[in-house]
């Protein structure tokens, strides 16, 4: 158990609408990431924070949006969902800024 | 830019033979270098990392890694493969260095063990 807790574990939507995805890091982390994880593209970084505050950005659609809470936990939103952002999106967390990172099980979203 | 390279997207083994995973970065620093491992419905498990200092790297599960900058590899071996090594192995490459926890992944490479 890595101490990062992603819920749902699963989440199938239609085309068009919103998702939001939570993320509780490991107790003491400051730090929370996010990965999309498909056949296609592989492991991609969507966006970094940092005691909340954005760290970091990678390939995040604008479709896509984040944020961390005052309390550290964050949240990815997905927004007019297509069937291509169908993928298990990873949260990770670390201590500070600096690697190596803490996986949560994932959420895996489906769109149809 | 970091990038990394794992050759091979499926490599089988026999249990008890040597695992050898292949992986290859570009880093305009000096990079720190990591294995992950992923099992079946899962999140990504760290095995190791390198990051300054020694140049063999010992992991959990009897894994380890040999940074060799003249190469730009960092592959990852295990004297002899058990059946529950079989999963996916991610090679990743911090951003900048350390300064940042972003860390580029390569394709991975799944792991098959036979009996």
């Known amino acids: 158990d890595s101490g990062v807790t992603q819920t749902p574990k699963h989440l199938i939507t239609a085309t068009g609408q919103r998702v939001t995805l939570r993320c509780s890091p490991r107790s003491g982390d400051l730090s929370v990431y996010w990965y999309q994880q498909s056949l296609d593209q592989g492991l991609q970084f969507l966006i970094q924070y940092y005691n909340g505050e954005e760290r970091a950005k990678g390939n995040i659609l604008e479709r896509f949006s984040a944020q961390q809470f005052p309390d550290l936990h964050s949240e990815l939103n997905l927004s007019s969902l297509e069937l291509g952002d169908s993928a298990l999106y990873f949260c990770?967390?670390?201590?500070?800024?600096?690697?190596?990172?803490?996986f949560g099980n994932g959420t895996r979203l489906t769109v149809t | 830019a970091q990038s990394v390279t794992q050759l091979g997207s499926h490599v089988s083994v026999s249990e008890g033979a040597l695992v050898l995973l292949r992986c290859n970065y570009s880093?305009?620093?000096?990079?720190?270098l990591f294995w992950y491992v992923q099992y079946p419905n899962q999140g990504l498990q760290l095995l190791l990392k390198y990051t300054t200092g020694a140049t063999l790297v010992k992991g959990i599960n009897g894994f380890e890694a040999e940074f060799k900058k003249s190469e730009t590899s960092f592959h990852l071996t295990k004297p002899s493969a058990h059946m529950s090594d079989a999963a996916e192995y991610f090679c990743a490459v911090s951003d900048q260095g350390g300064n940042t926890g972003k860390l580029i992944f390569g394709q991975g490479t799944t792991l098959q063990v036979k009996p």
């Open positions: 880093s305009s620093v000096p990079p720190y």
């Open positions: 990770a967390s670390s201590e500070t800024g600096v690697s190596p990172l803490h």
